[in-house]
C-alpha cells in the first residue's frame, strides 16, 4: 500500500514545522552570546573579535547567502532546500563544538549563517501559497511570533541547556560550552526530518494583481520588477531599513543603558527588558496584521502599507519622549512599548506576499533581510555609539544616541511608507477597475 502524506500536510501543520525550525535556528544563533566568556576565556580572544561573531559578521554573511539561495527557492522545490539549509545550520553549530580558536569557530558560524539564510525567504514563499490572501496574517504572525519569543528564549533555554552540559563535562571530558552546541544543534536536523517525509511541496499560486505576468524567473525579470514597481519597492525598503536601525539599535544597546545611565544590575536589566519586549513583541505579531486585515475588509487600498505607516507615527512620539526620560521605569517601558508598535517584523512579509509574483517572493524577502540585517544590525549597532560621541562626558551620551538615531529613522520610515502606501493604492485601485 502506497503511503499517503496528504493527511499531515496541512497548511497550519506546515506552518508549525516551519515555526519550529525557525526557533532552532534563532536558538542556534544567539547560543553563542550566553557562551561568550568561557570561549572568551579559552581561546585567549578579545571582547572586539567576539563581537564579530555575534555580530556583523554573522549578520552579513547571513543577509549575503539569502540572495543567491532565493533565486533557486524561486525556481526549485523549496522542501529540499530548507531541509539541506537545517543541516548545514544545525551540523555547522555542533561542528562549534570542536572549534579550537577564533578562525576556526568563525569558519563554523558562517556556516551557520549561510544555512539559516535559506529558511525565511522558502517559509514566507510556502506560507504564501498554503493560505489565501485574506487568511496569510495568522501564520505568519505565529512564524514571525517566533522570533519575537526566542530573541530573549533563545538565552533563556540555552542556559537549561548548558546548565544540563555543567552536569556531563565531567563525565565527558569536554568544556560545558562544547557540549551545550552539540546539544542545541541535534532538534534541527530531527525536524528536518519531519519535515521531508510528512509535509509535500505545495503548488505556486500565481498573483495576478501585481508584477510579471510570464512568472519568469530570471535575475533580468526580477531587476525588471523592481524597476516597474519601483514606486512601491524603493520606498517600502526604505522604510523597513530606517525601521530596523533604530529597533536593532535598541535591541543592542539597551541593556548597557540601563546599566551605566541608571545604574542597574545586568541581571536586572536583562530581566526587565525582557518582561516588557518580549509581551510586546508577541502583542504586536497579532496586533498589526489583524489592523491590516481590518482595513483590507473595510475596502482601504493599499491596507499593508498603512498598517506600516500607521505604526511608524505611533513609534514617532515614544522615541522623542524617551529623550526626556529619567527614570530605568519608563525607559523599560518605552522598550515595551517600541516593540508594540513595530510592525515591520510582521507585516512587512505580508507586503512582500501580497505584491510579489509567486516566483519572485522568495528573492525579494531576501532583499528584505539584506537591507534590514546587514543595514539595520550592522548599522543601528554601529551608529549609537557613534552619535553618543557628540556627548562625550554625559553618562546618559548612549540613550541620546539611541534616541537621535530613532528620531532619524522615523523621519526616513514614515514619508518612505507614506509614498508605498501611495503606490500600492494606486495599484489596487487600477485592477479593480
Known amino acids: 500500500m502506497q503511503f499517503k502524506r496528504t493527511n499531515f500536510s496541512t497548511p497550519w501543520t506546515f506552518t508549525i514545522i516551519l515555526s519550529l525550525l525557525y526557533a532552532s535556528s534563532m536558538l542556534d544563533r544567539y547560543i553563542l552570546s550566553l557562551l561568550a566568556q568561557p570561549i572568551i576565556a579559552e581561546f585567549h580572544i578579545t571582547d572586539e573579535q ?13 543577509s549575503i547567502a539569502g540572495l543567491p539561495a532565493a533565486h533557486f527557492i524561486d525556481r526549485s522545490r523549496r522542501i529540499p532546500i530548507i531541509v539541506a539549509g537545517v543541516m548545514i545550520w544545525s551540523l555547522s553549530t555542533m561542528a562549534s563544538a570542536f572549534a579550537w580558536g577564533f578562525w576556526t569557530l568563525g569558519a563554523a558560524r558562517a556556516g551557520v549563517a549561510i544555512g539559516e539564510a535559506v529558511l525565511t525567504p522558502a517559509a514566507v514563499s ?38 544540563l552540559a555543567q552536569n556531563l563535562a565531567s563525565d565527558l571530558g569536554m568544556s560545558a560550552w562544547r557540549i551545550t552546541l552539540l546539544l542545541v544543534g541535534a532538534p534541527g536536523p530531527v525536524i528536518a526530518l519531519v519535515l521531508a517525509i510528512a509535509m509535500r511541496e505545495p503548488e505556486r499560486a500565481p498573483v495576478p494583481n501585481v508584477g510579471s505576468q510570464d512568472d519568469s524567473t530570471s535575475i533580468k525579470a526580477f531587476c525588471t520588477e523592481l524597476v516597474t514597481h519601483r514606486s512601491l519597492f524603493l520606498p517600502f525598503y526604505m522604510g523597513v531599513t530606517a525601521t530596523a536601525l533604530y529597533i536593532f539599535g535598541l535591541s543592542t544597546w539597551a541593556p548597557t543603558i540601563l546599566i551605566r545611565s541608571y545604574g542597574m544590575e545586568a541581571s536586572s536589566a536583562g530581566y526587565l527588558l525582557g518582561v516588557m519586549g518580549v509581551p510586546g513583541a508577541i502583542l504586536a505579531a497579532v496586533l498589526w496584521p489583524s489592523l491590516s486585515a481590518f482595513l483590507s475588509r473595510a475596502g482601504w487600498h493599499g491596507h499593508l502599507l498603512a498598517t506600516q505607516l500607521i505604526s511608524a507615527m505611533v513609534l514617532a512620539p515614544v522615541i522623542i519622549i524617551a529623550i526626556f526620560t529619567a527614570s530605568p521605569w519608563a525607559f523599560v517601558i518605552g522598550v515595551g512599548v517600541v516593540k508594540l508598535a513595530n510592525s515591520t517584523s510582521t507585516v512587512a512579509p505580508l507586503t512582500i506576499q501580497y505584491y510579489g509574483p509567486s516566483r519572485m517572493r522568495g528573492r525579494l524577502t531576501a532583499l528584505y533581510v539584506l537591507t534590514s540585517s ?49 503606490a500600492a493604492a494606486k495599484m489596487t485601485s487600477h485592477e479593480q477597475v
Open 374 to 422: 546587514v543595514i539595520g544590525l550592522s548599522g543601528g549597532a554601529l551608529l549609537v555609539p557613534l552619535l553618543a560621541n557628540f556627548w562625550p562626558e554625559n553618562p546618559n551620551s548612549l540613550a541620546y544616541g539611541l534616541s537621535t538615531l530613532g528620531v532619524g529613522a522615523v523621519s526616513i520610515s514614515i514619508p518612505s511608507f507614506w509614498f508605498a502606501h501611495r
Open 50 to 62: 567576539m563581537g564579530l561573531l555575534l555580530g556583523a559578521g554573522f549578520a552579513i554573511l547571513y
Open 126 to 163: 510556502i506560507i504564501a501559497d498554503l493560505f489565501p490572501k485574506d487568511k496569510r496574517g495568522p501564520p505568519v504572525a505565529v512564524y514571525s511570533m517566533t522570533a519575537a519569543i526566542m530573541g530573549t528564549g533563545a538565552v533563556a533555554l540555552g542556559g537549561l541547556v548548558y546548565h
